[in-house]
């Protein structure tokens, strides 16, 4: 059974900077995409980040500059360095790792306010 597992979401003023990470495990098969979508209230769920097993990424253009993802393949882990946030970034942050179907983590909140 997959199990995909994320961590470090909080509150943080405007300006500063998170770091979520996530945890995939349980697949025979390899990940060859893990990342992240969010969800702000009221809107639908959008691409954030994401990167290949090989080490190519993807991001949302309002957030190119300031997120940085990586991961580790040997651990299946996934993290995401979030800097300059802003109030637009407060959003459920959800961790997806795919392998030939996607699993999903139970998502966690990033809010950033004053």
């Known amino acids: 059974q997959v199990q995909v597992v994320e961590s470090g979401g909080g509150l943080v003023q405007p300006g500063g900077s998170l770091r979520l990470s996530c945890a995939a495990s349980?697949?025979?098969?390899?990940?060859?995409?893990m990342g992240w979508y969010r969800q702000a209230q009221g809107k639908e769920r959008e691409l954030v980040a994401r990167?290949?097993?090989?080490?190519?990424?993807k991001y949302l253009e309002s957030v190119k500059g300031r997120f940085i993802i990586s991961r580790d393949n040997a651990n299946n882990l996934v993290y995401l360095q979030m800097n300059s946030l802003k109030p637009e970034d407060t959003a459920v942050y959800y961790c997806?790792?795919?392998?030939?179907?996607?699993?999903w983590g139970q998502g966690t909140q990033v809010t950033v306010s004053s």
């Open positions: 997806y790792a795919e392998a030939v179907t996607m699993y």
């Open positions: 349980g697949s025979i098969f390899r990940f060859n995409y």
């Open positions: 990167i290949t097993i090989g080490g190519n990424t």
